[in-house]
């Protein structure tokens, strides 16, 4: 069974640090582009950033460049999302989802998603 597990939420401070994880079971990342996405209560999903295949070619929204960092590990079958930083409009469930293709979709259509792990930013 194809399986997107996220881990490494929780509450933190504001100007603090996570880092997310991505696990994948039952698939084999290499041949995915991964895109981290989040929500907020009353707020439109948002694609905070993706991962091409081989992890040549990354992408971040305006609202996380130069805070958050997408990187792959493929012999692990993981995708991390670090994030520096972080202030109350990071609060959100942040999921990672799978597409299979090389690139990074202009839609946001991944084929699969996991269950998400919650970020709190509050002092």
């Known amino acids: 069974q194809v399986q997107l597990v996220e881990s490494g939420g929780g509450l933190v401070q504001p100007g603090g640090s996570l880092r997310l994880s991505c696990a994948a079971f039952?698939?084999?990342?290499?041949?995915?582009?991964i895109g981290w996405f989040r929500q907020a209560p009353g707020k439109e999903r948002e694609r905070v950033s993706c991962v091409s295949s081989n992890g040549d070619i990354t992408d971040y929204a305006d609202s996380v460049k130069g805070r958050f960092t997408i990187s792959r590990h493929n012999a692990k079958n993981r995708v991390y999302l670090e994030m520096n930083s972080l202030n109350s409009e990071d609060t959100a469930v942040y999921y990672c989802?799978?597409?299979?293709?090389?690139?990074?979709?202009?839609?946001?259509?991944?084929?699969?998603w996991g269950q998400g792990t919650q970020v709190t930013v509050s002092s």
């Open positions: 039952g698939m084999t990342l290499d041949y995915y582009a």
């Open positions: 989802a799978a597409v299979l293709s090389t690139h990074c979709p202009v839609f946001d259509y991944y084929d699969y």
